[in-house]
């Protein structure tokens, strides 16, 4: 069955290119091409102005750096206007004092918006849910998160996310529950009867053939 929204728009695939995109932001016009070469945190809130958002808003722009240090650039998004942006991150800094870093964009038009399944119709025609994706270095989109619109977000867990498939792209492993930089990583099990047999003898921290750890 095609995978599609109530509005009969295709959702975004994991490991498929992510939809492409061309619009006008805080820090003008930006495509997903822009992005080309760096992780993408593209994240969408229901609207400006409000209070929830602005806690997460100001919460990715306090660890702007540390997405930074993992080569990782962040993008918002909500339907709302440029102008609206504007007099929203202004506020943001005159009365939280909070410097909002990252481009947001524009999308009056919700055609980014629709194009990666961000508005949900039993949530609301007209605005975004919490909407995150993380996109590779190759626009391959690797990663989406939706949260309802009355809950925020956990900044630590998109960190934690982007660190842990950076480390399963560079080892060929995976991460388990909870992991975090520096915890041991997971061997991919053997595929085949022989390297089953073989397993427990190479050296790993096994409990069984099919669950084996390493440090890294």
Not at 40 to 60: G, I, K, N, Q, Y
Not at 178 to 201: F, L, S
């Amino acid at each position: 069955m095609e995978n599609v929204t109530e509005n009969n728009c295709a959702l975004p695939q994991l490991n498929k290119p992510a939809p492409d995109f061309e619009a006008v932001t805080t820090h003008g016009v930006k495509k997903l091409a822009d992005f080309k070469g760096k992780w993408l945190v593209l994240f969408s809130h229901p609207a400006d102005f409000t209070p929830v958002c602005t806690t997460e808003f100001m919460a990715f722009a306090k660890r702007a750096g540390e997405f930074k240090a993992l080569n990782t650039e962040l993008l918002g998004l909500s339907i709302d206007s440029h102008y609206a942006h504007l007099a929203w991150i202004r506020n943001i800094k005159e009365k939280f004092d909070v410097e909002i870093p990252f481009p947001i964009i524009a999308d009056l038009d919700m055609k980014v918006a629709t194009s990666y399944g961000m508005v949900h119709p039993g949530a609301s025609d007209t605005s975004a849910v919490r909407a995150t994706f993380i996109i590779d270095p190759e626009g391959v989109l690797r990663a989406m998160v939706y949260y309802p619109m009355t809950n925020g977000r956990s900044i630590d867990e998109f960190l934690r996310l982007v660190a842990a498939l950076q480390t399963s792209d560079s080892n060929g492993v995976a991460t388990p529950e909870a992991w975090q930089p520096g915890d041991k990583v997971i061997v991919p099990p053997p595929a085949t009867a022989e390297a089953a047999e073989a397993r427990m003898a190479e050296g790993y921290e096994c409990v069984d053939w099919y669950f084996c750890k390493k440090a890294l």
